[in-house]
């Protein structure tokens, strides 16, 4: 099953200030959820962005906010967003029921928001290459068990270019500078 624009969403989990030094390959996970963000905003896909108790590791990462646009900051204490009072109703207000996955870290909040996801009946991809723990071990071991309970694992290319369908138009050629 491809990614639709028309019934997706874009959910960005927990990348913070105070967090992201310690995440391994910090940089090409923000990089890449920047680079969904600001596609999402392009194309009118929904977006959400979590914070996990900004009080002890801060908000977002200058970049993610502004790459954000229009989307929807809420913050968690819970580790899992779907666990989150009220979030599963934002979230099926859309009426979408494919979420796109990113953020910190793979093995902890990624993880059990992608499990409430599922059992909640949402088609969960969980975007590999913006997602990542403070170990490759800890990220390594979330793919696999989210893979094995029918997570669909993506890249950052897969969505854009799933998102697009096509080459030859003006969506394609103002998405350019993301994709290069």
């Not at 927990?14 to 890449?32: C, F, G, R, S, W």
Request: proline letters at 4%.
């Amino acid at each position: 099953m491809l990614i639709s624009r028309e019934n997706s969403l874009l959910l960005v989990v927990d990348i913070q200030e105070k967090l992201a030094p310690a995440i391994h390959q910090n940089e090409i996970v923000t990089a890449n959820s920047v680079r969904l963000l600001r596609a999402a905003g392009q194309l009118a896909v929904p977006t959400f962005v979590s914070e996990q108790y900004v009080r002890g590791l801060g908000p977002s990462l200058p970049a993610i906010r502004e790459a954000a646009g229009e989307a929807r900051f809420f913050e968690k204490t819970c580790f899992s967003c779907a666990a989150e009072p009220g979030i599963l109703d934002l979230l099926r207000a859309t009426r979408r029921r494919q979420i796109i996955l990113t953020g910190t870290e793979t093995h902890v909040c990624v993880l059990q928001t992608a499990c409430g996801l599922l059992e909640a009946d949402f088609q969960v991809f969980l975007v590999a290459d913006a997602s990542s723990s403070r170990t490759p071990a800890s990220k390594e071991t979330a793919i696999a068990r989210l893979r094995a309970l029918g997570v669909q694992v993506v890249t950052t290319e897969m969505v854009l270019f799933e998102w697009l369908r096509q080459a030859a138009t003006d969506e394609f050629r103002a998405m350019l500078p993301l994709i290069k």
